[in-house]
């Protein structure tokens, strides 16, 4: 059975900082729990209390909450009212739609001097002739029952007639009880059936049947695998189908069973399929063949550049900038590159070879980007010595190699040809074309530039 656990009241306490010592409200609602325990050593503050839709038979462990104002029961399996004397605060109770035939528990309330609201709605003593006069007789405090305000003619005459009612509740309480012992020993009988059909049941799936049987499953057992999957469906199918069109009373015992039949069937199939899922077969990386093969398990944006320039082939590796370094294992052969991402592979070829030893890897921190730089194996020749290689060998009187040297001429600069001063020619002659100031002033430069350039600086003068 399911009780309640000091995890699940911290969890629920996340509006008070998930402290339960001070505790104030807590809603334990539809977490089928079958047992009340605890609240009264953890939580002692406790004014409301949320414990409806579960499967709590009785009332239990509250006594201790003297601070208890609210307490909501409703949709369990309660069948008497009890263990309550305690809560000196309670002011309302909801017990509705429970088993309450026991009527005559209401007693027991009669110490909570300040009960107002009381909420017996759905359960059996609600059907009992004289329910609601015995109630407001019994129950001097309340002020509302049922959500139908006492009045204090109703009180009046309940009072008169009390002796009378009182013994037709007990009459009737007497026939509801031996009502309910019968329906406990037909609850006894169909559980023990039920577990003996299950016991039967996997004697011949284990094949206790014959002693053959053992041996012949292990030597069919691949064939026959989907054979009995689909046996086993429409065996379910025909169970649930039986379980649920069986006409049966409203108990305690059918709620239970109905809520275990299912747990039970949730939990089948979460094995069936945990079962089903086979472990998948590691990736194959490099076939039998020796071929390495490209793979991205990890599903990362790449990009592979060949720098000429550097003479390197570099990865950029769009890794998850938030995952740690620690998480990442890369590998440089000769010939590919592997990187482990949180223990995926990402595996690349290479167009060239590459040396291992001299590589290096970086990790972006704005982009959390991987950056692998791998020197190429093989030295290449650089653009500029290809250049003056050509030029050396323009001296011959091959027609094409003098072709190739005249046009790698041309794309050279030669400073002598092409100088600075051209440059401020050029500007002079602009600023020539202006007026007034302007002109002068780029003719008096024009003249001291000549004065220095026709004739010797002479001192005396």
């Given at each position: 059975f399911l009780s309640v656990t000091e995890d699940l009241v911290r969890r629920r306490a996340e509006h008070n900082d998930c402290e339960i010592f001070s505790l104030e409200e807590i809603s334990l609602h539809q977490q089928?729990?079958?047992?009340?325990?605890?609240?009264?050593?953890?939580?002692?503050?406790?004014?409301?209390?949320?414990?409806?839709?579960?499967?709590?038979?009785?009332?239990?462990?509250?006594?201790?909450?003297?601070?208890?104002?609210?307490?909501?029961?409703?949709?369990?399996?309660?069948?008497?009212?009890?263990?309550?004397?305690?809560?000196?605060?309670?002011?309302?109770?909801?017990?509705?739609?429970?088993?309450?035939?026991?009527?005559?528990?209401?007693?027991?309330?009669?110490?909570?001097?300040?009960?107002?609201?009381?909420?017996?709605?759905?359960?059996?003593?609600?059907?009992?002739?004289?329910?609601?006069?015995?109630?407001?007789?019994?129950?001097?405090?309340?002020?509302?029952?049922?959500?139908?305000?006492?009045?204090?003619?109703?009180?009046?005459?309940?009072?008169?007639?009390?002796?009378?009612?009182?013994?037709?509740?007990?009459?009737?309480?007497?026939?509801?009880?031996?009502?309910?012992?019968?329906?406990?020993?037909?609850?006894?009988?169909?559980?023990?059936?039920?577990?003996?059909?299950?016991?039967?049941?996997?004697?011949?799936?284990?094949?206790?049947?014959?002693?053959?049987?053992?041996?012949?499953?292990?030597?069919?057992?691949?064939?026959?695998?989907?054979?009995?999957?689909?046996?086993?469906?429409?065996?379910?199918?025909?169970?649930?189908?039986?379980?649920?069109?069986?006409?049966?009373?409203?108990?305690?015992?059918?709620?239970?069973?109905?809520?275990?039949?299912?747990?039970?069937?949730?939990?089948?199939?979460?094995?069936?399929?945990?079962?089903?899922?086979?472990?998948?077969?590691?990736?194959?990386?490099?076939?039998a063949e020796g071929k390495v093969l490209n793979v991205n398990v990890p599903k990362l944006h790449f990009s592979l550049k060949d720098d000429e320039e550097n003479n390197q082939i570099i990865l950029d590796l769009a890794v998850y900038r938030h995952l740690d370094t620690s998480l990442l294992d890369v590998d440089v052969q000769p010939t590919y590159i592997r990187v482990l991402v949180k223990g995926k592979p990402f595996q690349l070829v290479l167009p060239e070879e590459v040396k291992p030893d001299s590589s290096s890897a970086k990790r972006s921190q704005t982009t959390g980007h991987l950056v692998v730089s791998m020197p190429k194996a093989k030295e290449i020749i650089l653009a500029k010595q290809k250049v003056s290689t050509s030029v050396k060998h323009s001296d011959c009187n091959t027609p094409q190699k003098n072709a190739r040297s005249a046009q790698v001429e041309k794309l050279e600069v030669d400073p002598s040809k092409y100088s600075f001063p051209d440059v401020t020619k050029i500007i002079q002659e602009k600023e020539r074309i202006g007026q007034g100031p302007i002109r002068l002033q780029p003719e008096k430069i024009t003249e001291t530039k000549k004065s220095y350039v026709d004739f010797e600086n002479n001192e005396d003068v």
């Open positions: 089928e729990i079958e047992k009340l325990e605890y609240l009264d050593k953890w939580c002692r503050d406790l004014k409301i209390l949320y414990l409806q839709n579960n499967l709590i038979p009785k009332i239990e462990n509250v006594g201790k909450l003297k601070k208890l104002e609210y307490l909501n029961v409703a949709l369990n399996n309660i069948e008497r009212i009890e263990n309550l004397e305690g809560c000196e605060e309670l002011k309302k109770l909801d017990l509705t739609a429970n088993f309450i035939g026991e009527l005559s528990s209401i007693e027991t309330l009669q110490c909570n001097i300040h009960l107002n609201e009381l909420f017996l709605v759905g359960n059996p003593c609600t059907e009992f002739e004289g329910y609601r006069q015995y109630v407001v007789a019994t129950l001097h405090q309340l002020k509302c029952l049922d959500s139908k305000e006492i009045e204090r003619s109703e009180r009046i005459q309940a009072l008169q007639n009390y002796p009378e009612v009182k013994q037709k509740i007990r009459e009737q309480e007497q026939a509801y009880l031996l009502k309910r012992a019968r329906e406990k020993e037909e609850a006894q009988r169909r559980l023990q059936e039920r577990k003996d059909k299950k016991e039967k049941q996997m004697k011949s799936k284990l094949g206790f049947d014959s002693p053959d049987s053992l041996q012949n499953k292990e030597n069919h057992q691949a064939e026959g695998d989907r054979e009995q999957e689909t046996w086993r469906t429409a065996e379910d199918d025909e169970e649930d189908r039986r379980f649920w069109e069986e006409p049966t009373a409203y108990t305690p015992e059918t709620r239970l069973e109905t809520h275990r039949y299912i747990e039970e069937k949730r939990r089948a199939k979460d094995k069936t399929r945990e079962s089903k899922k086979r472990e998948k077969p590691p990736r194959t990386l490099v076939t």
